[in-house]
């Protein structure tokens, strides 16, 4: 494999800079998910990790299912 060190510093800047931002990422996921249904969005899925699944009850009529990633 070519180029391993290019790799290897990208993950290890990901897991310095952005894995402890994780905790805020998903306090706005659970924000996002409550505000959501107070404007009366079906939530298909909670917000367990940084991702929010609705219907499209709100939304165009031509998509079906959307998730909404942070």
């Known amino acids: 494999m070519r180029q391993t060190g290019l790799l290897a510093a990208s993950a ?4 310095t800079h952005n894995f402890p ?5 998903h306090a706005l996921a659970k924000r996002l998910e409550a505000g959501l249904e107070e404007v009366g969005a079906n939530i298909l899925s909670r917000a367990e990790t940084c ?9 165009c009529s031509h998509q079906r299912n959307v998730i909404l990633m942070m």
Do not use: E, G, I, N
């Not at 931002?21 to 990422?25: C, D, S, Y």
């Not at 991702?51 to 939304?59: I, P, W």
């Open 12 to 15: 290890a800047y990901a897991l």
């Open 21 to 25: 931002l994780l905790p805020r990422v």
């Open 51 to 59: 991702m929010v699944s609705l219907s499209d009850s709100l939304l």
